[in-house]
């Protein structure tokens, strides 16, 4: 009998020990967010989402840094602890030219596989030299622990991204979707082409290479 995939559960469709690829956790009473957070978060704690996680029938997840905790990845870290390294993994955010070798290392053996550059929730704008810049800092620390970087930036940078990833000598991964902007978009009209969307095309380039 054919039975529609609308009628089986998430947690019956997801093949099983999935993992959940990006998940915040956020205790602002026991981790204060930082001083120039853009907005005030509610509570995210552990338990809440392992409890959301089984529901669905995951069980590994990925936590990744908020902007509201600057680089002071302490709830993060604290979530891993708790976890474990056989379920879970973590991408920090770090100020390159102050963090420690030893650190890093440190936290590798908690399950921390990934640095995370993000532009987008703090409405940061780059030029090209300055997005080149930062990338080369992080990868210079993400490298020798072949660790990935995580970007968060708006799509039409995307091109920036392309041609400084030869030199990189590390994988990326592009957060939410590349982030098009599509609010002046008929997006469900027959007339919409992405590849109009300014970056669109880097980022299938990108895809295509293999390395994001």
Not at 74 to 101: F, H, M, N, Q, W
Not at 104 to 127: A, E, F, P
Not at 154 to 180: A, Y
Request: with cysteine.
């Amino acid at each position: 009998t054919h039975v529609s995939s609308a009628s089986v559960s998430l947690k019956q469709r997801l093949p099983p020990k999935s993992w959940d690829s990006h998940m915040h956790v956020v205790e602002p009473e026991r981790f204060p967010v930082s001083p120039t957070a853009v907005y005030k978060p509610t509570a995210h704690t552990l338990p809440e989402a392992l409890a959301f996680e089984s529901d669905l029938g995951v069980e590994n997840l990925v936590f990744v840094q908020p902007s509201v905790y600057g680089t002071d990845n302490s709830c993060l870290l604290d979530a891993l602890r708790k976890l474990g390294p056989s379920r879970g993994r973590g991408i920090v955010v770090v100020d390159p030219g102050t963090v420690e070798p030893d650190t890093l290392n440190g936290w590798h053996t908690l399950g921390v596989r990934g640095l995370r550059i993000n532009l987008q929730s703090v409405g940061k704008v780059m030029d090209k030299n300055e997005l080149e810049e930062t990338l080369l800092q992080h990868a210079e620390l993400a490298r020798p622990l072949d660790w990935i970087i995580e970007i968060y930036l708006p799509l039409r940078m995307i091109s920036m991204v392309e041609s400084i990833l030869p030199r990189l000598g590390v994988r990326i991964c592009i957060d939410h979707f590349g982030s098009p902007e599509l609010a002046s978009w008929d997006v469900d009209g027959p007339a919409f082409n992405p590849y109009a969307l300014q970056g669109f095309s880097s980022l299938i380039s990108l895809l295509r290479a293999g390395k994001t």
